[in-house]
Every structure is written in C-alpha cells, then in structure tokens.
C-alpha cells in the first residue's frame, strides 16, 4: 500500500510555471506506475500525464503536451509535474494517483486504472 501526498500548488500568472510534487510513502515506489489527473470547476476528473515505473515512458494528454513533464525520482520516492506556460483552463485540482504494475514501462492513463490517489492540490492560473 501507498499514500500519496501533493505539494507545490497555488496561484500563478497566465505564462507562468509551477511544479507539483506528490511524495509517495512506503518502501516500494519503483513499484508504482505514476499519473497526474485534474479536475476543473464543473469538470469531470481528467487525465494529464503519467509516467512508468522505470521513469523510461511517459505519455501526455494532447492539452498539457510540450508544456507539462512528468518526471520522478525512485530514491526520494517523489513523482513531479512541471508546468509551464500555463493558461487559465489549467485551473483546476491536480491530483497524483499510483498503481503496482509489474511492468517497468508500461503506463495508464485512465483514473481507473489506478488504486491510490492523493488529496489533490490546487492551481489557480489567473489573467
């Protein structure tokens, strides 16, 4: 089991940047394949990024792509999303969610494919 934690959230200007942090406890992160989801004011939940167990593969949804990168470091147990460029409509709560996969690159990029989610972190990007 895994408990997931978000940081790094707040109010930004449109073209600025943040980077969200989601520190993974337990001792088997390298275990998890990593996603990054959002969830807008009146929005369903939706997929951003995520990142497989080695870091080897990633994937985006075709709106954060070239301007948001998943990353993670194993040794400190963390998964990053940096964000750049960003524009009003990436407001939203982001969430990091985990999933065990035996597969060191494979990555999953629907909200049900993942077991474990953090309580989310707000974004505010204002004009």
């Known amino acids: 089991q895994v408990q997931l934690e978000e940081s790094g959230g707040g109010l930004v200007q449109a073209g600025g940047s943040l980077r969200l942090s989601c520190a993974a406890s337990?001792?088997?992160?390298?275990?998890?394949?990593m996603g990054w989801f959002r969830q807008g004011p009146g929005k369903e939940r939706e997929f951003v990024a995520t990142?497989?167990?080695?870091?080897?593969?990633?994937y985006y949804a075709d709106s954060v792509k070239g301007r948001f990168t998943i990353s993670r470091d194993n040794a400190k147990n963390t998964a990053y999303l940096q964000m750049n460029s960003l524009k009003p409509e990436d407001t939203a709560v982001y969430y990091c969610?985990?999933?065990?996969?035996?597969?060191?690159?494979?990555?999953?990029?629907?909200?049900?494919?993942?077991?474990?989610w953090g309580q989310g972190t707000q974004v505010t990007v204002s004009l």
């Open positions: 969610a985990a999933r065990s996969t035996p597969y060191s690159n494979r990555y999953y990029y629907t909200s049900s494919d993942y077991n474990y």
């Open positions: 337990g001792r088997t992160f390298s275990s998890y394949a």
């Open positions: 990142i497989s167990r080695s870091g080897g593969r990633t």
